[in-house]
Every structure is written in C-alpha cells, then in structure tokens.
C-alpha cells in the first residue's frame, strides 16, 4: 500500500531531520538527549515554548549550554525528538505489532478505537502549549504535518489488514483521513477537559464498520 505522498513543501522537513539526530550515538550521547527532552516536556508544560530558554532548559536537564546546542540545533529540534519520541510509543503499542503479525482484524479494530478515544492523550497543557505554537511557527508546523503523514500511512497499512483483498487505495485512504479527523476532534476535547460519552465513541466505530463493509462490498472508488 502507497502512503500519500508529501507535499514538496514539507519533504525537507521530517520528524528524522539530520538536525534532530544525535552526533554522537553512544548511549551517554542517547541518556543526555534524553534528559534534555524531558526537561523541555516539563518546561514546555510549565511556562510555555516562548518562555522556555535554552539557559532554563540547561538548568532544568543539569546538560550544559554549549552541550545543548551541540546535540540540537534550536528548541524547535527539540520539539522534533519529543513528538518523535511520543509516536515511536504509540506506534510501537503490543496490540496493533501482534495485530499486524497475524493480521487479527479484531485486534486491528479494537487498536482504531483507542487511537479515536485518545485516552493516552498524556499531558494536556504540552499537547495544547505545541498545537497552539504550530498555528505561529511554520518549523513546528512542518513537525505536526510530517507526524500526520506518518499517522495517516499507519492508519492505510492497519485498515489493508481489516480489507486486504479490497484493492482500493483512494477509499481506505479517504478512510484513514476520517479516523484523523476523528482523533484530532477528540483529542481536542480532552485538551479542553471535556469528557466524550461511550455512545459517542461507539457512534464513530460504526461509521467505520460501515465503511469498511461498503469497501468490502464494492471496491470501486
């Protein structure tokens, strides 16, 4: 399955950008990285990206100035390594590894409604404090749209599994673009403590039920 190509605009711009990996890979190198990330995660939360400096994220991390801008090139690097680091996690969760192993749909299926639900949405003033700095910073931006990317070709490569033989890549494509809407709507909720009932949740699975049997019935875009 094709995942949907990157627009000119963004391709000099991934979330594995050569400014975002690390120089030294030694697992000194890999800890101090490590470090810095978490030090930005809480500072971001805390005081907002503007108000975060580097001089404060050194005293936060114990990693020195110079060291900081040795291993990224600005604070939008680090952004990088921290929304890399989150969906490395999430992608790498046991359910949907084994479901893509054995091709269970249901674990497929259950996997699709925890992403919707966003109940691992982790802390919310980060995920909000990022959002609204993307809106500002096209560098940001780019690291938002590069993760979509990436979201949206994993979404293909899971949904392929529930419809293998449905040799239509424009429907599950435009489905895998609904469940993204689906999950950016919730996990703006849960930004904004706002609690979604189960029916809600269930109303949304069987849209997609729907769809993916409509695929399955008649293939044809």
């Not at 033989?165 to 706002?194: F, H, P, S, V």
């Amino acid at each position: 399955m094709v995942d949907r190509e990157v627009p000119e605009s963004r391709q000099s711009v991934q979330l594995t950008n050569e400014c975002c990996l690390p120089r030294d890979r030694s697992g000194k190198a890999n800890a101090r990285r490590a470090r810095i990330v978490q030090a930005a995660r809480e500072l971001f939360a805390e005081h907002g990206f503007h108000a975060t400096s580097i001089a404060r994220l050194s005293e936060r991390s114990g990693v020195l100035v110079g060291q900081i801008y040795r291993d990224f090139a600005n604070k939008e690097a680090i952004v990088a390594a921290l929304v890399e680091h989150d969906l490395d996690e999430f992608l790498a969760a046991d359910e949907l590894c084994a479901a893509r192993c054995t091709s269970d749909r249901a674990m497929v299926r259950a996997w699709i409604a925890r992403f919707i639900a966003c109940d691992d949405i982790g802390d919310t003033r980060l995920i909000a404090e990022i959002t609204a700095e993307s809106y500002r910073n096209p560098r940001i931006a780019a690291i938002f749209d590069a993760m979509e990317d990436r979201l949206h070709g994993q979404l293909v490569r899971a949904l392929t599994i529930i419809v293998p033989d449905a040799g239509n890549e424009q429907r599950i494509g435009r489905l895998a673009e609904a469940i993204l809407i689906m999950a950016g709507g919730m996990c703006q909720r849960r930004i904004n403590t706002r609690s979604t009932a189960p029916e809600v949740l269930a109303l949304m699975m069987a849209f997609i039920d729907a769809e993916i049997a409509a695929i399955e019935r008649d293939p044809r875009p």
